[in-house]
């Protein structure tokens, strides 16, 4: 077979239309064959002929897209030294760009013998492994273009390829489950009439079906268990042959594109699939272990474990640091997509054992001109100590909020003492974010996601339902901030139903209505239940999959979903892109009367009133007409006014809208509790009882007419008296 030396960058496979260069990194290997894989099994060996910097390289000229591969790297096997090599495992490619196949637990992708550990293992693993595949870098890409939505008009959707489409009734049966499905005109249309400007899908990278539970007829089906940082997963993929899943998951962002969507990613580049020391040997284990993941310092046998899968990545080492920044520039630029939300984040930034924000992550992270450039999403926190990291992120960077999540629960289930706490997630927990130089954008708020209850279920059980997983009800977490609201899952109870009904769109409302960017879990706005399991990771199946059959009880809920997306799109005031000028207790009203809290007598909120143990209600002015930032287009921001009502009281209160200064007359947008009809009108000192853990939004239009168009000598008159507005205490207003 004939080789030529070739080029140690770029890292992987790279086929240029004539051949295919071949590339590995190994600093502790002595040798490393490249194993091309023929269709009927045969497997030819032919090794790498230069290493430079430790990168491992040859160019065949005869390869071409859909030839199979993968490695045996020969070197020291020593697992108290942290060593690992073992040419009789076929490795694949960290850097392969598909993947063909799934492994199938065989004793044989283990260096171990099952019957006793300490004896080596050297049964060829080819038959049970998974191969990398050259593809076909080229596409037409056409007119595509990202939408670039700023984080304040952003709306995100957090969905599971198959989960969100296996069932979609439009879709055809053959494509369900796949990224086909996912850019089928029906799913979109869904997505654009719900008003969802992101998708951030659950783990499309290639990941490894654990064997611990395809035995009990399981499977990993929420995929955080990556072993190909590169390669879309080929369980997703419709047309999943030679490599022509890559085509296809492209053809989809196209068609999201083209429908004015992102598509962010959930990337898992904390731990790999290898697991502990007694997991397989699959790819980065046997190419240089040392390199790749953490060790225990005294004991390098053993993997120090952050995530609680078994092993972490070594993020002070360049190699990793190299290939996590490779990875996301692939994505980007040649996947096109959007931005990323990162997996237990604080694991990246654990450099040695602390979580530090000036770790070297963060650094190349920020200055690289690709990724520093799209969204990038942590979930911040993970499971070693000091793990916790909600607001301690640098400033390029948003974040989860989980403290949003448990303070929007506890109040809609009537926990003493959250009033103060629910203020400040309601706008933006400047507390979290603002002393990093961070925005309220900074905030990404959610109520569920996808490890926990879906909306349904959080207001139906106040135990998680397990048993399905065979764990005995074990896993999962226990403490949930749920409420059934009187019964525990399904009842025909109709005052329970009503209540729970009330709760769902108390929940969606507040998210929708909260500064910040709301995230959904996909299915919520559909009434979606997973009866009780708040932990569906191995329950690939109706379970967990998104049911399209709608009752008229969903129905609304989507009407009502669809409602409040709208009005957060037509309205500022409900997405600032600057923290509001309010004294941080919430005390009276704000320097720029941009915002005043109210008791339901209609007073100013007082620090007694925040701190009484039982002080469960609310009443939020916010101005539309002291929104201090521009519109993208230089002109002055002037808004419709509002007035949120929040009752998380389990009993009916009656509140007295404020003074004639906050406006002259006020219209009913929503009611949560459907008793106050939109139109409704209003007047100052007005009293309206709202019932028992309701919600109602209340408005009026802006004393001034907003500025005329641009590029006119009114306009600029106008944007100067806006300013002025801004700067000055709000006049009583006069209804229009």
């Known amino acids: 077979m004939v080789i030529w030396p070739g080029h140690p960058y770029p890292l992987g496979a790279t086929y240029d239309g004539a051949g295919t260069n071949f590339a590995l990194f190994s600093e502790v290997a002595e040798r490393v064959e490249l194993c091309l894989i023929d269709p009927d099994g045969t497997e ?23 030839q199979r591969y993968g490695y045996r790297v020969h070197g020291p096997y020593d697992p108290t030294h942290g060593q690992r090599c073992d040419p009789s495992k076929l490795l694949l490619d960290p850097y392969a760009k598909a993947v ?13 013998r099952f019957s006793d550990p300490a004896q080596r293992n050297v049964l060829d693993s080819s038959p049970h492994t998974m191969t990398g595949i050259v593809v076909n870098p080229f596409f037409d890409w056409g007119h595509d273009r990202p939408p670039q939505h700023e984080y304040h008009e952003s709306v995100i959707y957090e969905a599971h390829v198959k989960g969100l489409t296996k069932l979609h009734p439009a879709v055809p049966e053959e494509l369900r489950g796949t990224y086909s499905a996912l850019g089928h005109p029906a799913v979109i249309e869904h997505l654009s009439s719900l008003g969802i400007t992101a998708v951030e899908l659950m783990p499309v990278h290639q990941f490894v079906q654990d064997p611990s539970l395809t035995e009990r007829g399981l499977s990993n089906y929420w995929g955080y268990n990556t072993i190909g940082f590169f390669a879309p997963h080929n369980g997703y993929s419709a047309f999943a042959r030679s490599g022509q899943q890559v085509q296809e998951f492209k053809a989809m962002v196209k068609a999201l594109h083209e429908a004015n969507i992102e598509v962010l990613l959930d990337v898992v580049y904390n731990h790999t699939a290898e697991g502990n020391h007694l997991g397989p040997t699959l790819s980065f284990r046997g190419i240089d272990n ?18 609680g899968t078994g092993n972490s990545l070594l993020m002070r080492s360049p190699h990793v640091l190299q290939l996590i920044m490779d990875s996301l520039r692939y994505w980007v630029q040649e996947m096109h997509v959007d931005g990323f939300r990162f997996d237990l984040a604080a694991t990246l930034a654990r450099q040695f054992h602390e979580v530090d924000r000036l770790s070297a992550f963060f650094d190349i992270v920020q200055q690289d001109p690709v990724v520093s450039q799209v969204k990038l999403i942590a979930e911040p926190w993970d499971l070693g100590d000091g793990g916790y990291q909600v607001g301690g992120f640098p400033p390029l960077w948003t974040e989860w909020n989980g403290k949003y999540r448990d ?59 397990n048993e399905a997983n065979g764990e005995d009800n074990r896993d999962g977490e226990s403490f949930n901030r749920s409420w059934n609201c009187g019964a525990e899952g399904p009842t025909d109870d109709p005052d329970i139903r009503a209540l729970r009904n009330r709760q769902r769109r108390n929940f969606l409302a507040t998210l929708l209505l909260s500064q910040g960017v709301p995230m959904i879990a996909h299915g919520d706005e559909l009434g979606r239940t997973q009866q009780g399991n708040n932990n569906v990771y191995c329950q690939d199946d109706e379970l967990s999959w998104v049911d399209w059959d709608l009752d008229e009880e969903r129905e609304d809920l989507l009407e009502f979903a669809r409602r409040l997306i709208e009005l957060r799109s037509d309205h500022a005031v409900f997405r600032r892109r600057r923290f509001f000028a309010g004294r941080p207790d919430h005390g009276g009203e704000s320097d720029l009367r941009d915002i005043a809290w109210f008791t339901p007598a209609g007073q100013h909120m007082e620090d007694s009133a925040w701190n009484n143990d039982q002080a469960r209600s609310v009443m939020v002015f916010l101005n539309g007409e002291a929104i201090v930032e521009p519109d993208g287009r230089g002109e002055p921001i002037v808004d419709d006014s509002f007035l949120m009502l929040f009752n998380g009281h389990f009993e009916k209160t009656t ?42 939004l209340l408005t009026r239009p802006p004393a001034a007419p907003a500025p005329v168009a641009s590029g006119s000598g009114a306009a600029e008159a106008a944007a100067r008296e806006a300013a002025k507005v801004r700067r000055t205490p709000a006049a009583p207003r006069q209804a229009s």
């Open 407 to 465: 303070t929007v629960r506890d109040f809609w289930r009537g926990e003493p003492s959250t009033l103060g706490e629910f203020a400040s997630r309601l706008s933006g927990s400047s507390d979290l974010y603002e002393h990093t130089g961070r925005r309220p954008l900074a905030s990404i708020n959610f109520v569920t996601a996808h490890d926990g209850f879906t909306l349904t279920d959080l207001v139906s059980y106040n135990e998680k339902h």
């Open 290 to 307: 040392a390199n790749y993941y953490r060790l225990v310092d005294d004991d390098q046998e053993h993997y120090f474990d952050t995530t």
């Open 100 to 112: 063909d196949g799934q492994i199938d637990g065989h004793e044989s992708l283990y260096s171990y």
């Open 655 to 696: 509140f007295t809208l404020p003074k004639r200064d906050y406006g002259e007359q006020w219209t009913a947008v929503l009611d949560t509790d459907s008793q106050v009809p939109a139109g409704k009108v209003l007047r100052p000192r007005a009293r309206l009882t709202l019932a028992q853990r309701s919600l109602v």
């Open 44 to 66: 030819r060996r032919v090794d790498l002929p230069e290493v430079d910097a430790f990168v491992w390289h040859g160019y065949l000229p005869a390869v071409a897209p859909g």
